[in-house]
C-alpha cells in the first residue's frame, strides 16, 4: 500500500465516524491523571500515523530470556484537513514543518480503553526549537491510540537486535498556557 493510500484510508476513518456520529466530541473523556494542569488550554489537536519501534533483547532482570524493548516512534503529524504538518520521533520529539520543536517527559500514563493499543499517556513539554507553532505547548496528551504494542511472539537469541516497526495511529493533544 503506498503512503498516499495509508494516510487516506487514516483520514477516512475519523470522517466515516464523525458523520456516523454527530455530535462526537471534539475533546476525548481521559482519566483524570493524564488531565493537564488547571492553567492549560487545548491548542490544536495533532492526528499521527506511523510506526512504534522495538528491538528484540536478552532481558535485564533476573528472570532471564528476551523481551521486545521500545525503542522510539517514528510518524507523521496532521492538520485537521489532513495536510503533513510536521514529525514526531524519539525523546520524545514532536517538530513542526515551521522549524518549531517540543521534547516531552512522562508525567502520567494509563492503559488504553481499547485492546492491543499502545498507553495514552501525559507529557510535560518543553521547547526546543525555533519560535512557531509548536513552541508554546507545555503539555502533551497522546489519546486515540490504535495498535502499536510489540509483538507477542518471536523474540528469541536468535533474533537479539531484530527490529520490529508496529504500524500504530494516536491523536495528540497539545495544550498551552492559558
Known sequence: MSETSKLAAFLLVPLVAAC???QRPTVV???ETLKPGVNEALAMIVPAMGVQIYECRARRDSGGGYE????????????????????HDAGPHWESTDGSKILGTLKERAD???????????????????EGSFSKVTSVQRVNTVGGVAPK????QAAVGTPARINYTADYYFFTSK
Open 20 to 22: 456516523a456520529s454527530p
Open 29 to 31: 473523556k481521559v482519566p
Open 68 to 87: 521486545w524493548a521500545f525503542v522510539a516512534p517514528e510518524a507523521d503529524l496532521f492538520d485537521a484537513r489532513g495536510k503533513r504538518i510536521g514529525r
Open 112 to 130: 488504553a480503553p481499547v485492546p492491543d493499543a499502545i498507553p495514552w499517556l501525559l507529557l510535560t513539554a518543553k521547547s526546543v526549537g525555533s
Open 153 to 156: 511472539a518471536g523474540c528469541s
